[in-house]
């Protein structure tokens, strides 16, 4: 049996404090909207509570779908390294940005060189090019994918181009003959009427034509801050794609309380296998971590 822990969205805090250079463009209204509305939902206590608790669980792997910090300052990032590094090997810890991890221009070429120990393949690195990654861990074959873009202030897209979808077909195609489960991480979710217009992914039909030629067996996103679960038509039948809350939501806000995804990956034939969703998270306004429901996705 498989384990593996989903998290996303930490939005790390507390915000350091950024120099009126730094409040430019993007920066600046995303500082005000922290400072008026987000600061006060998403707390970092919350958070050590879910760490203890997913690493209570036996994991054999930890996946973290993007948004580890808010406005791509270089403290955030040497923050949230400073925060992941205790937390395991790099080898059993994996990431994919978000839109907070791109914030502005430069802020993900940054975020690749600070966090490239985390997203670091079985493959060769050629040049620039990060993403798709692939880790392999066991049974299972991890791919993370980028959505994450420079976008103007109050949009929050992402984007999934014609590169990264010939990649992610190779890889897909290839791992699908090695007999693995194939997990693709994106932010974003690639779905169509997921969240708004302005905070979607551009690029969803190119995603969703690569799972449908080659297949996958789950796809992993954040971005919402909703546990969600959809399905996308795969080469073998539908592919279950599972959405998180946010790992630092304060208990009682307007989205559902900071939580993690627990997956149970294990294999029943050469080509069948079992797959639990089991949903881990706060539960009240003493932090206290409890299992919220558990799903079937494979038998």
Known sequence: MFRLAHLSDIHLSPLPRPTWRQLTGKRLTGYMNWRLNRKGEMANAALPHLVR??????????????????????????NAKNWLQPLGAVDDISLVPGNHDAYVRGSLKQFCRVFAPWMRGDMPENGDIFFPWLRRRGPVALIGVSSAIVTPPFCAAGFFDKPQAFRLGRILQRTGEEGLFRIVIIHHPPLFHATSWHKRLWGIRRFQAEIAAHGAELVLHGHTHLPTLSSLPGKDGGVPVAGVASATQSFGGHKPPAAYNLFEIGRKTDKTWHCALIRRGIVDNKNIVAGQERQILRQ
């Open 53 to 78: 608790d997913w690493q209570s669980r036996a994991v054999d792997h930890t996946v973290i779908s993007g948004d580890l910090v808010n406005l791509a300052l270089p403290q955030e990032f040497a």
